[in-house]
């Protein structure tokens, strides 16, 4: 790509901002310039400056909420939650820095030290996400400079202001510009930066067909760390539980919140049929009652519209591909204003219908039906992927079985499959990522662990297998 990369407004298609396509090369070049001064640093000094980091994003909380929700179409509350979150990661970020991967004092026989200490990797690349297109970078970057390694972050074409607006904060709380470098672009862009000889890994949040392709990609490089953090195709069973109204709003928090555009989001209910109608019935009244606008509209809506309008059609045409495959509408898909992506909840009945297992990254949920708890169980691990899964139930050994038997990486109870903590860690299995779960446990991919036997003077003897001499 050449020239400028321009993002338009989803809820209103008006033009947010503009950049000019970066220079794979010299933003890595940059980068490996300015590590080894950043993490010759002492940690008190990276810990400080990200701090700094935190207070001026506090400074420009406004503008920054702004910013992600024009370029998403989230509503304006939850881009505001979002920049909390990336306040808070720093926080977060320095006590798992101390607590997984500090320096330790390990027992060591002969009265030598043994030290346990951690070195960053190097120059790593950051490939971002739209959907929480500050959040899940942030959730990468911060770890990776505390821990002492520069990064080069392409933030996602869909939503690349704010990613741009991210790195402004990191380089005014004077993060030094070889630590922290932007690079503007799309796929191609992060292809190159993905196979570029200058970087020491990739951390990497998107879809499942993205990462196993760099999984590919990394396999001739075992030399570089590779984090995946992927989709999901999120199940929550609902079965024996007196209050249907609530399990109707859990369900329509997990399906719904972001448009359904969180990898968490629930895409299949599994319901016991003795419950279907009813809690079907609670569903369909709550989502008729769901306002669906744009970011900034009075009332506040629940969700905005999707990232565009190519992701718009093919949501609704996935909607009616299910219909062929012998789906039951139960509430259809609608796109009520016609050029732009806003779409309002689908939900279906697929219990008879041929079912693939692809993550609809959009307002859809499947519905299938059951009689048997362990049936549930198996619908529910009736996926590539393993992100989250949730029950909603009052029977505690419901649970237990639940927890016991389902392949999942977030496992739920009475709760949503979504609204992750980052004081956790985040991740799956499966087709949902490849055992480097981010969140709390980032700190472990941005740092290696180093094992030092130390003595301050050679003292050595060999007591035994010598012949006099
Ligand atoms: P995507 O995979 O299309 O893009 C992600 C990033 O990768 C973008 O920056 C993109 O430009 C880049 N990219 C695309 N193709 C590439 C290639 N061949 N080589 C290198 N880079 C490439 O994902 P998306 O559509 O932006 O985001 C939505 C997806 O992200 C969903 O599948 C969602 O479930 C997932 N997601 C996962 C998490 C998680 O933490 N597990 C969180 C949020 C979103
Ligand atoms: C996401 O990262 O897409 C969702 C996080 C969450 O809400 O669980």
Redesign the pocket.
């Given at each position: 790509m050449t020239g400028d990369l321009i993002s338009t407004e989803p809820a209103t298609g008006a033009a947010l901002w503009r950049g000019p396509i970066g220079d794979v090369d010299a933003e890595v070049a940059a980068a490996r310039a300015g590590w080894a001064a950043w993490a010759a640093r002492p940690v008190t000094n990276r810990i400080e400056t990200m701090r700094r980091f935190a207070n001026v994003v506090r400074t420009k909380a406004e503008a920054f909420t702004d910013v992600i929700a024009r370029d998403t179409g989230k509503p304006l509350w939850e881009a505001q939650a979002e920049v909390d979150s990336v306040i808070a990661k720093v926080d977060i970020s320095v006590a798992a820095y101390s607590e997984r991967t500090a320096q330790r004092r390990l027992d060591s026989p002969m009265g030598s030290r043994m030290a346990l200490r951690h070195k960053p990797h190097g120059v790593l690349a950051v490939?971002?996400?739209?959907?929480?297109p500050a959040h899940?970078p942030n959730?990468h970057i911060v770890p990776a400079l505390l821990a002492g390694n520069a990064v080069v972050f392409?933030?996602?074409?869909?939503a690349p202001a704010a990613g741009a607006f991210l790195i402004d904060c990191l380089r005014q709380a004077g993060i030094p510009e070889g630590c922290v470098r932007l690079l503007v672009?799309?796929?191609a862009?992060?292809?190159a930066?993905?196979g570029h000889p200058g970087i020491d890994g990739l951390l990497?949040?998107?879809?499942?067909?993205?990462?196993l392709?760099?999984n590919r990609?990394f396999a001739a490089h075992p030399e570089k760390i590779l984090a995946l953090?992927?989709?999901?195709n999120n199940p929550m069973i609902v079965w024996s539980t007196p209050d249907l109204h609530a399990a109707a709003v859990l369900v329509v928090q997990s399906a719904f919140a972001t448009a359904g555009?969180?990898?968490?989001a629930a895409r299949r209910l599994i319901v016991d049929n003795a419950l279907y109608e009813p809690l079907v019935a609670e569903i369909v009244k709550l989502a008729n009652r769901l306002i669906v606008g744009a970011p900034h509209d009075n009332p506040a809506p629940f969700m905005g519209p999707v990232?565009d309008n190519e992701t718009a059609d093919q949501l609704t045409e996935s909607f009616l591909a299910m219909m062929v495959q012998g789906g039951r509408p139960i509430r259809h898909i609608g796109r009520p204003v016609a050029d732009r992506p806003f779409l309002t909840p689908g939900i279906i009945d697929m219990t008879t219908a041929a079912r693939g297992d692809v993550?609809l990254?959009g307002p859809i949920l499947q519905v299938i039906r059951t009689d048997d708890f362990d049936a549930a169980i198996e619908e529910a691990n009736n996926t590539r992927y393993g992100?989250s899964a949730s029950l909603v139930s009052q029977d505690p050994d419901l649970y237990d079985r639940f927890w016991a038997n389902a392949r999942a990486g977030i496992i739920n109870w009475n709760r949503p499959t979504n609204g992750?903590s980052s004081s956790a860690p985040?991740?799956?299995i499966g087709w949902?990522?490849n055992h480097r779960p981010?969140a709390y446990y980032a700190a472990d991919y941005c740092a290696y662990p180093v094992v030092s036997n130390e003595s301050d003077a050679a003292r050595a003897t060999i007591g035994i297998g010598l012949r006099d001499g």
């Amino acid at each position: 790509m050449t020239g400028d990369l321009i993002s338009t407004e989803p809820a209103t298609g008006a033009a947010l901002w503009r950049g000019p396509i970066g220079d794979v090369d010299a933003e890595v070049a940059a980068a490996r310039a300015g590590w080894a001064a950043w993490a010759a640093r002492p940690v008190t000094n990276r810990i400080e400056t990200m701090r700094r980091f935190a207070n001026v994003v506090r400074t420009k909380a406004e503008a920054f909420t702004d910013v992600i929700a024009r370029d998403t179409g989230k509503p304006l509350w939850e881009a505001q939650a979002e920049v909390d979150s990336v306040i808070a990661k720093v926080d977060i970020s320095v006590a798992a820095y101390s607590e997984r991967t500090a320096q330790r004092r390990l027992d060591s026989p002969m009265g030598s030290r043994m030290a346990l200490r951690h070195k960053p990797h190097g120059v790593l690349a950051v490939l971002g996400p739209y959907n929480f297109p500050a959040h899940l970078p942030n959730g990468h970057i911060v770890p990776a400079l505390l821990a002492g390694n520069a990064v080069v972050f392409k933030p996602s074409e869909k939503a690349p202001a704010a990613g741009a607006f991210l790195i402004d904060c990191l380089r005014q709380a004077g993060i030094p510009e070889g630590c922290v470098r932007l690079l503007v672009g799309g796929p191609a862009e992060g292809k190159a930066l993905a196979g570029h000889p200058g970087i020491d890994g990739l951390l990497f949040t998107g879809s499942a067909a993205t990462g196993l392709a760099l999984n590919r990609q990394f396999a001739a490089h075992p030399e570089k760390i590779l984090a995946l953090e992927m989709g999901g195709n999120n199940p929550m069973i609902v079965w024996s539980t007196p209050d249907l109204h609530a399990a109707a709003v859990l369900v329509v928090q997990s399906a719904f919140a972001t448009a359904g555009q969180r990898c968490t989001a629930a895409r299949r209910l599994i319901v016991d049929n003795a419950l279907y109608e009813p809690l079907v019935a609670e569903i369909v009244k709550l989502a008729n009652r769901l306002i669906v606008g744009a970011p900034h509209d009075n009332p506040a809506p629940f969700m905005g519209p999707v990232i565009d309008n190519e992701t718009a059609d093919q949501l609704t045409e996935s909607f009616l591909a299910m219909m062929v495959q012998g789906g039951r509408p139960i509430r259809h898909i609608g796109r009520p204003v016609a050029d732009r992506p806003f779409l309002t909840p689908g939900i279906i009945d697929m219990t008879t219908a041929a079912r693939g297992d692809v993550e609809l990254f959009g307002p859809i949920l499947q519905v299938i039906r059951t009689d048997d708890f362990d049936a549930a169980i198996e619908e529910a691990n009736n996926t590539r992927y393993g992100l989250s899964a949730s029950l909603v139930s009052q029977d505690p050994d419901l649970y237990d079985r639940f927890w016991a038997n389902a392949r999942a990486g977030i496992i739920n109870w009475n709760r949503p499959t979504n609204g992750a903590s980052s004081s956790a860690p985040f991740g799956g299995i499966g087709w949902s990522g490849n055992h480097r779960p981010s969140a709390y446990y980032a700190a472990d991919y941005c740092a290696y662990p180093v094992v030092s036997n130390e003595s301050d003077a050679a003292r050595a003897t060999i007591g035994i297998g010598l012949r006099d001499g």
